[in-house]
């Protein structure tokens, strides 16, 4: 995950406060409210250590302090990770982000891009003409996902 350092888990138990403790444990972190097991989940859980610490403090169980110096990690993030935990819940943190945007070249415009090249219009001229961005045409080109050879001139 960018951006996110990795908490520390020590190897037994470990003391959040005077109400809330973890144990690590076989691959497992087991979390304890006084000597009660509340919650477990596969150290390699992430996003499941996030929300489980951003609930505790939002219920109160620990302030964001004693998360901080119990698993090392930054300070910043485990605020972010609040914030997300009030305005979104635990749905918040399995959501999938969604990356880019729609494709403005697509499959049904890519014959028409390489005929209006191939009949000798620039790159400009095809993007003005098909409402697409000049840029996104001219990085296709460049990256090879359009056919395009550039037609030598009589100066070259």
């Known amino acids: 995950m960018p951006g996110y350092n990795a908490p520390i888990f020590p190897s037994g138990t470990n003391i959040i406060n005077g109400q809330l403790s973890f144990d690590s444990r076989d691959g497992f972190i087991t979390y304890f409210s006084f000597c009660t097991p509340i919650h477990r989940h ?19 169980f620990c302030r964001p302090c004693e998360i901080i110096r119990a698993f090392g990690i930054n300070e910043r993030t485990l605020m972010r990770d609040l914030e997300l935990y009030r305005t979104e819940g635990s749905a918040g943190f399995f959501k999938t982000v969604k990356r880019g945007g729609p494709r403005i070249i697509t499959e049904d415009i890519k014959p028409q891009i390489e ?9 400009k001229d095809v993007a003005a003409e098909l409402e697409i961005s000049y840029e996104a045409l001219r990085k296709a080109i460049q990256r090879g996902k359009i056919n395009f050879v550039k037609k030598k001139t009589m100066d070259e």
């Open 42 to 60: 596969p150290i390699e859980d992430i996003k499941t250590f996030r929300l489980l610490v951003s609930s505790f403090c939002a219920l109160g």
């Open 115 to 123: 005929k209006l090249l191939a009949e000798g219009n620039s790159t």
